[in-house]
T-cell receptor, first 112, second 112 residues
């Protein structure tokens, strides 16, 4: 099984930078995903890491350390529309059978 | 818009009843996943199909079943419904079982 931990809530100011951390424990790591989810809507794919290091995509970056079981999502130049839940998900498995396990999400509130 | 469609958007039913949720994956995607999201549990993986065959099973109750048809659309059947089954049910699809999952808009189920 898996254990994924991320903070329940965070608040940040418009224009600032925020880092959302995720720690996990898994026996068959096969990649880590970040999704954004606005209330009542579908999760939207943000980023994917399978190797250690930083992946940058516009205002969003994601970092992975497999040895530490740790990832973070970095959001720069925060905008009000970034207020949402951010879900960390770990993929586990192999041989044609993969499963995504999601953390409970971090609710980010961006304030003026 | 992810390209994944789900019907119906909303469903209200009574305890003990049976419902069917439908999902059409993105064009070209062979793999379909079903998730349940309730307020206290977060996003829970239920089951995965790939090209018509069941590939992985998560926390799916025996009262629930699913299938993927030759045209690749999928249906999730929920029977003997209980109040606790009230949740958002998401379908996701990917090209194959190793690729990024893209989520549909969800079906909001309310059991009264």
């Amino acid at each position: 099984g898996q254990n994924i931990d991320q903070p329940t809530e965070m608040t940040a100011t418009e224009g600032a930078i925020v880092q959302i951390n995720c720690t996990y424990q898994t026996s068959g790591f096969n990649g880590l995903f970040w999704y954004q989810q606005h209330a009542g809507e579908a999760p939207t794919f943000l980023s994917y890491n399978v190797l250690d290091g930083l992946e940058e995509k516009g205002r969003f970056s994601s970092f992975l350390s497999r040895s530490k079981g740790y990832s973070y999502l970095l959001l720069k130049e925060l905008q009000m529309k970034d207020s949402a839940s951010y879900l960390c998900a770990v993929r586990e498995g192999g041989a044609g059978s993969y499963q995504l396990t999601f953390g409970k999400g971090t609710k980010l509130s961006v304030i003026p | 818009d992810s390209g994944v469609t789900q019907t119906p958007k909303h469903l209200i039913t009574a305890t003990g009843q049976r419902v069917t949720l439908r999902c059409s994956p993105r064009s070209g995607d062979l793999s379909v996943y079903w998730y349940q999201q309730s307020l206290d549990q977060g996003l829970q993986f239920l089951i995965q199909y790939y090209n018509g065959e069941e590939r992985a099973k998560g926390n799916i109750l025996e009262r629930f079943s699913a299938q993927q048809f030759p045209d690749l659309h999928s249906e999730l059947n929920l029977s003997s419904l209980e109040l606790g089954d009230s949740a958002l049910y998401f379908c996701a699809s990917s090209v194959d079982f190793k690729e990024t999952q893209y989520f549909g808009p969800g079906t909001r189920l309310l059991v009264l």
